[in-house]
């Protein structure tokens, strides 16, 4: 642990989390929040780079948009959630989709939580560290 760093960013320092996200703004905001509080976090523009990472790396925890090129959001969380190995990883979906029903998908494929663009980035922090 560094002079300057906190107890609590020392223990998120072995977190990793995945931030997928079509919207390179978007992802570096959410990048540098997660990393002030002491995430490790990669950032991946589409679903098929992110299933690159989840095989290939230890992954605490997904951030994920829904419409994104290549696979929706949807169909990435339905393909992880089935998977026995990857099942257990907690995903939080950020989207402009913002309906009832869209809100009710994301949630009955097995997401931990729902954030509506916009969003609160205490919000979504305060919802990151309730799933460790």
Request: charged fraction near 25%.
């Amino acid at each position: 642990m560094t002079e300057h760093e906190s107890s609590e960013q020392k223990i998120h320092r072995d977190k990793t989390i995945l931030v997928t996200e079509d919207d390179k703004d978007i992802a570096q905001f959410i990048k540098s929040a997660l990393e002030m509080e002491g995430y490790h976090v990669i950032c991946v523009q589409d679903g098929v780079k992110a299933v690159e990472i989840v095989q290939n790396q230890q992954v605490h925890l997904i951030i994920l948009d829904i419409m994104m090129p290549v696979f929706s959001g949807y169909w990435f969380c339905d393909v992880f959630k089935k998977n026995p190995q990857t099942k257990d990883i907690p995903v939080i979906f950020i989207s402009a989709l913002n309906s009832d029903e869209d809100i009710k998908r994301g949630m009955e494929l097995g997401a931990s939580a729902y954030l509506t663009k916009p969003f609160k980035i205490k919000k979504l922090l305060d919802t990151v560290a309730s799933l460790f």
